[in-house]
């Protein structure tokens, strides 16, 4: 009796399997994430190992893209099915311990995307990277960005995002390089952007973005790259670095063409690793601290374009590392005299993604 009782619940065990295949194949050669472990000893001998809603995600993805985009992405399964290779742009990592696989890395750019921010990408939980700058996204990033907890890698720069930049991005802790330059956010720079302990590169420029730059920031130990040039921001820079040891890796300090006001204050010399300040197009006033000239590796400096007054003292034009300071616009005394020959400063994305 027992042994006829096995073999029915065998059989109708099988049964389910074949409706399950019959009805929808992708259930069963994918598994959903809060159902892998529920479902994997009924879809365990299946061949595609990549979780259903990765493959749900990308395809949401993949109908809104450009054609050059879609043209590539061929299959059903985005990280690649033995026959067919992961589609482009897309990178898949196995799962530690399994068989499994999932996206890592998502690097859609210059395609023409269009329309709102794909909210799919927000279910792709194992992202790392997720490059689709230059294309034509509008709208808000969405706040569920905030779950993608692995990333960190965030490029949209070049889109026409809009609204305010979420302060869910406070949520992604191993976040390093956040590119959100040349959209159209506006509201005030998010203090939450102040909980990410690894960022390296804060990119913010060509934006609509107002009030203060939250002195917050100088507490990221391993900030390289502060800019938040060309936006309606204020405030002057003794607010900026009024915490005691901020900014203590940064290099590369932009704050050009916004409404900063009051003078440079001599406690920026304490910022030993900085190498470019660009303070170009502001309302800056008074004189040149000689303490700034004493920052070990300062090699560009732009003062230009402001209202700063008196002379420029004898150590900057000593100092072994500057090749470039430029005054143009202000009003210092005569016979003071920029050092070299004043050039926009484009920096390679090789410089950056590392």
Same mark, same amino acid.
């Given at each position: ?74 299959? $059903? +399964? ?78 949209? #720069? ?49 934006? #609509? ?14 900030? #390289?790259?502060? $800019? ?9 820079? #003794? ?74 003292? $004898? ?33 390679? +994305? ?5």
């Amino acid at each position: 009796m027992a042994n006829c009782v096995r073999l029915i619940s065998s059989i109708l065990h099988l049964l389910i399997v074949v409706l399950l295949l019959l009805n929808d194949a992708v259930l069963c050669k994918t598994l959903k994430r809060d159902d892998m472990y529920a479902e994997q000893s009924m879809c365990f001998f299946f061949v595609n190992k990549t979780l259903l809603m990765t493959v749900k995600a990308l395809n949401e993805i993949k109908a809104s893209l450009g054609w050059r985009v879609v043209y590539a992405w061929v299959g $059903d +399964d985005p990280c690649g099915d033995g026959d067919l290779p992961a589609w482009s742009g897309v990178t898949c990592s196995p799962v530690s311990g399994s068989d499994y696989r999932v996206v890592t890395e998502l690097e859609v750019y210059a395609v023409s995307i269009v329309g709102p921010f794909p909210l799919a990408v927000t279910n792709l939980m194992d992202l790392t990277r997720l490059d689709l700058h230059n294309n034509k996204l509008t709208g808000p990033i969405p706040s569920q960005i905030g779950r993608l907890k692995h990333l960190k890698i965030l490029n949209l #720069r070049w889109n026409k995002l809009q609204d305010s930049i979420p302060p869910e991005i406070g949520e992604l802790k191993q976040l390093t390089h956040l590119y959100l330059s040349f959209n159209n956010f506006k509201g005030e720079i998010p203090k939450e952007l102040a909980n990410l302990p690894q960022l390296r590169y804060l990119q913010l420029h060509e934006n #609509r973005l107002i009030g203060r730059i939250p002195p917050e920031l100088g507490t990221l130990t391993n900030l #390289r790259h502060l $800019d938040v040039g060309n936006n309606h921001l204020v405030g002057t820079i #003794r607010e900026l670095i009024r915490i005691e040891g901020c900014f203590p890796a940064l290099r590369n300090l932009y704050l050009n063409n916004n409404y900063l006001t009051g003078g440079v204050p001599s406690q920026l010399a304490n910022l030993t690793n900085l190498e470019i300040l660009y303070l170009s197009y502001n309302k800056m006033s008074g004189v040149i601290p000689f303490g700034v000239a004493h920052i070990p590796r300062l090699t560009y400096l732009y003062l230009d374009h402001n209202q700063f007054t008196g002379r420029i003292p $004898d150590t900057f034009y000593k100092h072994p590392y500057l090749k470039e300071m430029y005054i143009e616009g202000n009003s210092f005394r005569p016979g003071v005299k920029p050092i070299g020959e004043h050039k926009v400063l484009e920096l390679a +994305d090789s410089e950056f993604l590392v």
